[in-house]
């Protein structure tokens, strides 16, 4: 099998594994943004980043999604105190991952008009409801 085709059918399985591993990068006492850490992900198990939002008056800081084409799509989740945790999203979070893609792919400028927080908030309630969480961020 392919080195690539193998990577890409596996990469939603290693995203735990990354994220250990940036937990024990030294970083010199410096976080990195969360922008970044997900970029790192996305690219070290090849996905592709869906959007990556802010969420406010929740215990959740930010919420990111990666794609794996057929393979689905996991969400990256920081909560406030800046520990991330991972889970699957299934089929069923078709509509709000596509409608938060959407959004963060307008211009800024546009961004600010439109508001992304019922689509997050209810992205995160469905998570939390189905108990995807690999640990309770």
């Known amino acids: 099998m392919n080195e690539r085709v193998h990577s890409q059918a596996m990469g939603a399985q290693y995203i735990d594994l990354v994220l250990l591993e ?16 997900v970029g790192d992900i996305a690219q070290k198990t090849a996905g ?6 802010r969420v406010d008056g929740t215990r959740i800081q930010r919420i990111a999604a990666i794609g794996y084409g057929g393979d689905g799509v996991v969400a ?5 105190d800046g520990g991330l ?17 959407a959004w963060c792919a307008l211009p800024m400028a546009e961004q600010t008009g439109v508001s992304n927080a019922d689509a ?3 992205l995160l309630a469905e998570i939390a ?3 995807r969480f ?3 961020p």
Do not use: H, W, Y
Not at 22 to 37: A, C
Not at 48 to 53: K, N, R
Not at 85 to 101: F, N
């Open 120 to 122: 997050a908030s209810k």
């Open 22 to 37: 940036q937990s024990l990068d030294d970083t010199g006492g410096m976080n990195r943004p969360f922008s970044d850490r």
């Open 85 to 101: 945790a991972s889970a699957p999203l299934d089929r069923g979070s078709d509509a709000l991952i596509a409608e938060l893609s």
């Open 76 to 80: 990256i989740i920081m909560d406030r």
């Open 48 to 53: 592709c980043v869906l959007f990556d939002v």
């Open 134 to 136: 690999g640990r309770a």
């Open 129 to 131: 409801k189905s108990d």
